[in-house]
């Protein structure tokens, strides 16, 4: 077989047949397939698609091209989340333990983040101690004594996602659904899990723009999920401002416990519940309302909080820290800005307050960068809100205040002000299932 008359039959708009994909993904994962002709084939799939079976092919090759981890031991039980990214999104952090509380196993592995604030696990370090890096037997023993662990991806797991995403990140075929649906699924095969709720971001600050755009993907995750047996379900969230109100890492930490302590009652906590129950309702086979319930009983009791200090305890994280917030990484400035202007905020362009927040150090630009834990934003208030001019709107966090002018011009110009309210929004536009 030849990679050309792979890339001539995907040009031409063929069907490729499963060997084709095959010998694609382990030609390019051994290096015998340079990445010019890689390059080419993605370039192919972009314009003329696949169908559900390459997609389905591809997915599978992609999740045994390098380690897969097994959690038989778990059963049916065992359960994970995946987000496609958003700004102020720490609901792994709630809901891995609130599911844990309630008989799942909830083993999650995740990657750093790249742009406006860290990845869960970046998140996770800003807690003094925890250990983001585990053997595969502590791994399992964390998830068996508590519940739920979460760690960072391991060094080979699916290394061909990690080569073609590298390589569609130079050659502008990132946004193709088949190309994202094998990514995002081969990553959730290899990780194991029998039940994976899924959390595709509609909006500004999400990757998918539109809704038409995010359902489309959706729908296409869960039937390559469902083709290789996997309970699963996609919500399709709001992300056109912030969720929640800290952006940032420790300050996302802090706004996590806070809703697990019943202090805090916004749209994360919402989101959280509903991404939670979704798990439930298939860990347990019951309705959804019902598992609504127990959810939120969980976090009203405390179940799901204590749940919680027993995760991060078992990795290593220092609970004196969670008791104490000013024992977590914090910022020397907190700089206060102000509306510039009465009026209602109209809109919250949620990209470009991430930008802000990687500005005052939260994210990073490239993956050599450092993270400053404590930088990042707390928002005072958010779409739908009526301000005076001269009211403080947010706080900047950060330990350079030479980097205070351009975050708060970023963020400034990311508002919009209206007399009139702006329509709201529903958090949750539907569940594919």
């Known amino acids: 077989m030849r990679m050309y008359d792979v890339i001539l039959h995907k040009r031409d708009g063929l069907e490729l047949t499963d060997e084709e994909i095959r010998f694609f993904i382990q030609g390019y994962v051994n ?83 790249l742009g406006h604030t860290g990845g869960t696990v970046d998140k996770l370090e800003s807690i003094p101690g925890y250990r983001i890096q585990l053997s595969p037997d502590e791994f399992l023993s964390a998830v068996t004594k508590t519940g739920v662990a ?62 038409e755009g995010a359902k489309e993907l959706a729908e296409k995750m869960v039937t390559i999920g469902k083709m290789h047996g996997r309970r ?33 009652k916004n749209d994360l906590l919402e989101v959280s519940v509903a991404l939670s129950a979704e798990l439930i309702r298939m860990l347990h086979g019951i309705p959804e309302k019902e598992a609504e319930a127990r959810v939120r009983e969980a976090i009203e009791s405390g179940r799901a909080y204590e749940t919680f200090r027993k995760w991060i305890s078992e990795q290593g994280g220092d609970l004196r820290a969670i008791d104490d917030f000013s024992l977590l990484p914090g910022a020397s400035v ?40 404590g930088a990042g934003i707390v928002l005072e208030k958010k779409t739908g809100d009526f301000v005076r001019q001269g009211e403080t709107v947010a706080i900047l966090y950060t330990n350079d205040e030479t980097k205070i002018p351009d975050a708060e011009k970023r963020f400034l110009g990311a508002l919009t002000f209206s007399m009139e309210p702006p329509v709201k929004k529903p958090l949750i536009y539907e569940i594919i299932r």
Do not use: W
């Not at 890492?249 to 019943?262: D, P, T």
């Open 232 to 264: 699963i379900a996609a919500l399709l969230t709001d992300m056109d401002e912030p969720l929640g109100t800290n952006v940032g890492n420790s300050l996302e930490v802090i706004e996590a416990v806070r809703v697990l302590r019943g202090e805090v």
């Open 31 to 113: 290096g015998s397939i340079p990445d010019y002709q890689a390059s080419a084939f993605t370039m192919a799939v972009f314009f003329n698609g696949m169908s559900d079976r390459e997609i389905g092919t591809l997915t599978e090759a992609i999740a045994t091209s390098g380690d897969t981890v097994d959690l038989s031991l778990f059963g049916d039980l065992s359960c994970d989340k995946h987000s496609t990214g958003g700004v102020g999104d720490k609901t792994s952090l709630i809901v891995s333990p609130t599911v844990a509380s309630l008989g799942g196993f909830f083993a999650k592995m995740s990657g750093r983040g």
């Open 334 to 373: 907190a700089y206060k800005v102000q509306a510039p202007s009465d009026g209602c905020i109209a809109s919250m362009n949620a990209s470009e307050i991430g930008m802000a927040a990687m500005i005052l150090g939260a994210g990073r630009a490239s993956k050599e960068d450092a993270i400053d834990y």
């Open 150 to 211: 979460v760690i960072g991806q391991s060094g080979n797991l699916t290394p061909a996602d990690k080569k073609l995403y590298a390589l569609r990140d130079v050659t502008a075929t990132v946004d193709s659904i088949p190309l994202i649906t094998s990514s995002i699924m081969g990553k959730k095969l290899a990780a194991g899990s029998k039940n994976i709720v899924l959390d595709v971001k509609v909006g500004s600050g999400a990757f998918m723009k539109t809704l």
